[in-house]
């Protein structure tokens, strides 16, 4: 158990539907990371919060968006979901600090658009 | 800009023999470096990681791997694969502790009986 929560684990939903993933860090991890994982683009990096603050953005695309509360958990929003945004989506939480610099990956949320 | 190339995106290997999987990876500074691995319908799992000090790295179930800077190349090794080594496996880097992680496209990782 790598101590980061994510739900739900598995999201089935229509095309043009909005879906809201939800990631509980590790206790005391500032860093808070997003990834997709799909077959035919390996794990992308979607975006980056640290201690509630947007750290770095990768390939995340306008539908998409996600922010970080004061409790350090995060959400990553979904909207008008199209048959291509299925994957796995992954959250990662980090420390931050130059001797544990290792990122800590939840079980990952399966969403099915159809 | 940081990225991470692995060799070879399918490996096959024999029960008890070497395993080896490459990496490379391109930074502007010394970075840190990962081996995730992700058996199916999981997350990832650290395996090792290098941040300073001791180029010849140990992780968990048998794996090591050894930082090369003049190669600019992190490959993974484990003297004698077990069945249960067959998963994905991924290379990943980052220049700081606070940046993102930058993942290579990964290996999926055989072994036959």
């Known amino acids: 158990d790598s101590g980061v929560t994510q739900t739900p684990k598995h999201l089935i939903t229509a095309t043009g539907q909005r879906v809201t993933l939800r990631c509980s860090p590790r206790?005391?991890?500032?860093?808070v990371y997003w990834y997709q994982q799909s077959l035919d683009q390996g794990l992308q990096f979607l975006i980056q919060?640290?201690?509630?603050?947007?750290?770095a953005k990768g390939n995340i695309l306008e539908r998409f968006s996600a922010q970080q509360f004061p409790d350090l958990h995060s959400e990553l929003n979904l909207s008008s979901l199209e048959l291509g945004d299925s994957a796995l989506y992954f959250c990662?939480?980090?420390?931050?600090?130059?001797?544990?610099?290792?990122?800590?990956f939840g079980q990952g949320t399966r969403l099915t658009v159809v | 800009a940081q990225s991470v190339t692995q060799l070879g995106s399918h490996v096959s290997v024999s029960e008890g023999a070497l395993v080896l999987l490459r990496c490379n990876y391109s930074?502007?500074?010394?970075?840190?470096l990962f081996w995730y691995v992700q058996y199916p319908n999981q997350g990832l799992q650290l395996l090792l990681k290098?941040?300073?000090?001791?180029?010849l790295v140990k992780g968990i179930n048998g794996f090591e791997a050894e930082f090369k800077k003049s190669e600019t190349s992190f490959h993974l090794t484990k003297p004698s694969a077990h069945m249960s080594d067959a998963a994905e496996y991924f290379c990943?880097?980052?220049?700081?502790?606070?940046?993102?992680?930058?993942f290579g496209p990964g290996t999926s990782l055989s072994v036959i009986p």
């Open positions: 990943a880097v980052r220049e700081t502790s606070y940046d993102k992680v930058i």
């Open positions: 930074s502007s500074v010394p970075p840190y």
């Open positions: 290098y941040t300073t000090g001791a180029t």
């Open positions: 919060y640290y201690n509630g603050e947007e750290r």
């Open positions: 990662a939480s980090s420390p931050g600090t130059g001797a544990n610099p290792e990122a800590f």
């Open positions: 206790s005391g991890d500032l860093s």
